[in-house]
C-alpha cells in the first residue's frame, strides 16, 4: 500500500514543525510522506526541520500559499493537506491587518480552491480558541458561534467560515482544529511564555498587561500535535474539533510560575498599558474529542512548564537571534 502524501502548510513554523517531527519520528504512523511549504517569514525556520531533512520520505519548498500556480501544482501531487500557514500575533494584527487577511483569508481560500479542483481526500485546517472571543464562564462547544474580537481572531474565524462552507457548499472533506494557548520548545520569543522566560533569562523585566487577570488554558505542543492527527485519521468531515490543554491560568498566576521555575523575584514584573481589545478569558469544551476520538493531555502543566524553561536556558543560541529579529521588526509601538 502505498504511503499518504500530506502537504503540511507552515510546516517550518513552531506548532507546524513539531507536527512534522512527530509524524516523521519514531512514534509516527511510519506510512507517510510530508511535504512542508512555508514562506519562512519571520517566525519560522528551516532549522526547526533539521532532523526529519536528511529522510526521504520528507521534502521542504520555500512558498506562498497565496501563489495559485505553486499551490496547485502542490495539491495535485498530495492525497491531504495540514493547514498551519498563518499570520499569528495579536498585537502585530492591531498594529496592521493587511498580512493576516491576505495570508489567514486569501491563502486559505486558494488552498481551497486546489483542493477542490484535484479532489483532494482531506483538508485540515488548523485554527484557534480566539474565534469564539472572550467569555467570562463556562467554556466554548464547538457549535458556538464566533464572535472575534481583534483583527487576528477575525482572519482566523473568516477562514474557518470559509473552510467549512467548501464542505457544505462542494462536499470536500474539510475538518477545523481550534487550539487553546500553545506552549513548548522552539516557540517564537514573542509570545507570552518564550517572551517571559528569555527575558528572566536575560536578567530583563516582564511586561504584563493590564491588570493580569486575563485568563487562558495552556496546551502542550506534544498534546495538541497528538489532537491533530486524531483528527488528520479519525475526524468526521465538516466539524469542528476543540482541543484544549485542561490548564487554566490567569496571566497573573503564569507569570508567578515563570518566576518561581525561573528563580526570579517579584520584582522583575513590569505592569504596562493593557493592549487594544485584550480579551479577558478564552475557555474551550473539548469534551467532542475526547469522546469520538480518545483525546486526553498527556502533559502535566508544572514538568510541561519545567522542560520548556529548561530548553530555553539551553538553547540561548537559537532563541537569541530570532529575539533580536523580533524586537527590530517591532519598531516603536
Known amino acids: 500500500m502505498s504511503p499518504t502524501r500530506i502537504l503540511v502548510t507552515g510546516g517550518a513554523g513552531f506548532i507546524g514543525s513539531h507536527y512534522v517531527r512527530t509524524l516523521l519520528g519514531p512514534f509516527g504512523p511510519g506510512d507517510v510522506h510530508v511535504t512542508v511549504l512555508d514562506s519562512l517569514t519571520y517566525a519560522a525556520s528551516t532549522a526547526n526541520l533539521d532532523e526529519v531533512r536528511h529522510l526521504d520520505s520528507f521534502r521542504f519548498l520555500a512558498g506562498d500559499i497565496c501563489d495559485e500556480a505553486l499551490v496547485g501544482d502542490l495539491i495535485a501531487g498530495h492525497d491531504q493537506v495540514v493547514h498551519f500557514a498563518a499570520e499569528s500575533h495579536v498585537d502585530r494584527s492591531i498594529r496592521s491587518s493587511a498580512e493576516f487577511v491576505r495570508t489567514n483569508v486569501l491563502g486559505t481560500q486558494v488552498l481551497l480552491d486546489a483542493a477542490l479542483r484535484h479532489g483532494l481526500a482531506t483538508f485540515v485546517h488548523v485554527s484557534t480558541d480566539e474565534v469564539y472571543g472572550s467569555i467570562a464562564t463556562g467554556s466554548c462547544s464547538e457549535t458556538d458561534p464566533v464572535n472575534p474580537n481583534s483583527p487576528y481572531a477575525a482572519s482566523k474565524a473568516s477562514s474557518d467560515l470559509i ?12 475538518r477545523v482544529t481550534r487550539c487553546s494557548n500553545n506552549y513548548g520548545h522552539r516557540q517564537f520569543p514573542e509570545k507570552v ?88 478569558r478564552y475557555s474551550v469544551d473539548w469534551s467532542k474529542i475526547q469522546t469520538e476520538l480518545g483525546y486526553k493531555p498527556g502533559k502535566d502543566f508544572a514538568d510541561g512548564l519545567a522542560e520548556t524553561v529548561a530548553w530555553y536556558r539551553d538553547h540561548r543560541d537559537w532563541w537569541e537571534p530570532l529575539k533580536d529579529r523580533a524586537v527590530r521588526l517591532a519598531g516603536p509601538c
Open 163 to 174: 473552510a467549512l462552507a467548501y464542505h457544505r457548499t462542494h462536499g470536500l472533506d474539510v
Open 193 to 280: 511564555i518564550p517572551l517571559f522566560v528569555t527575558n528572566l533569562l536575560d536578567g530583563k523585566k516582564v511586561p504584563l498587561y493590564g491588570d493580569g487577570l486575563h485568563v487562558r488554558d495552556w496546551l502542550h505542543i506534544d498534546d495538541h500535535v497528538q489532537g491533530i492527527e486524531l483528527v488528520r485519521t479519525g475526524g468526521r468531515p465538516g466539524e469542528v474539533y476543540n482541543i484544549g490543554g485542561g490548564t487554566e491560568l490567569s496571566n497573573r498566576e503564569l507569570t508567578d510560575l515563570l518566576l518561581e521555575t525561573c528563580g526570579a523575584a517579584p520584582e522583575m514584573i513590569e505592569y504596562v498599558d493593557d493592549r487594544k481589545g485584550h480579551d479577558r
